[in-house]
């Protein structure tokens, strides 16, 4: 996990919202999450012609989905079941990397994942940067690469969350690019924050790249509302993510955010500006939009 500076009233992006996985099998995507973390569905169905015209992707029609939430009733996370999808190798392409969600325990939650549909890719720990600040990473069922995140007491002078229940919610999604510059200045044009930018080492991608574990790699944070953030980590090498059948990428596929107004994204939607009812919109417009390594982003005005 990575942080930034404090939040600015400025800060027109946030918080994140939601992420949505691609699944081979949505039943075995369902039983595995409320099994081992704790979510139950909020909402279950197939993609119409609506939703599927106005993401610019028309093979979504009739695909089965479920939207779950924590016991707080925050919806953080989407299933899209995609038979033809691939599981996808864990850190190996360009795209939304991982989903980093807030837990109370990473030792129990670990544990827990022990004889589970979730491997264990990096063992929990305090992070080098504070005692604060513990974690471990896990993939999911397709190949979906969790980081589970507590936040044990203030790490001046950053703002971090504090879970709320025992897997609370999605707060930062984590992005591969083959170019860190142009990213971090998209998401600081939508977000109107400030990125952060470094070098550090990132020891789940140095071992699943082959590379020394002390190898130092760009990265860059940019702060949102409601202390949610975006990493966004800069790997060269990797191809982009393959895409399924109906246009969507396999693993993690889109993330969701709350953004002021629509009508300030000067990117071009992947389709149509369209209000839906559904759980996750509540009546409110939403797009769908591309980022510079390919990844969807939909936005949600607030």
Known sequence: ??????????????????GTVVCKDLASSIKAYTEYLGV?????????????????????????????????????????EQPDADIVTPISTQGWLSLEILVSDIYALAERFEDSPFTIIGPPKALELSDGIEAFQATGPSGEVLYLTRIVHDVPPFDLPRARCDVDRLFIPVLLVPDIEPSMALYSQLS??????????????????????????????????????????????????PVTGSGLPTGI??????????????????GTITRFNSGLYQGRRSAL??????????????
């Open 1 to 18: 996990m990575t942080i930034t500076q404090d939040a600015s009233p400025a800060i027109t992006l946030g918080p994140v919202l939601c």
């Open 289 to 302: 939009y591309k980022g510079t390594a390919g990844e969807f982003i939909e936005l949600i005005e607030r």
């Open 192 to 241: 109107h924050s400030n990125p952060l930018a470094f070098e550090t080492k990132v020891t789940v991608i140095n071992n699943a790249l082959g590379r020394p574990l002390e190898q130092r790699m760009p990265i860059a944070t940019i702060q949102f509302k409601e202390q949610t953030f975006i990493e966004i980590d800069e790997v060269s090498e990797l191809p982009p993510r």
């Open 253 to 270: 596929a889109v993330v969701s955010f709350l953004v002021d107004n629509l009508d300030d994204v000067t990117l071009t939607a992947h």
């Open 40 to 80: 139950t569905v909020f909402e279950e169905g197939n993609i119409d012609a609506e939703q599927a015209i106005a993401w610019g992707l028309p093979d979504l029609l009739g695909k089965r989905y479920a939207l779950m939430n924590n016991t707080l009733g925050d919806n953080w996370l989407r299933f899209i």
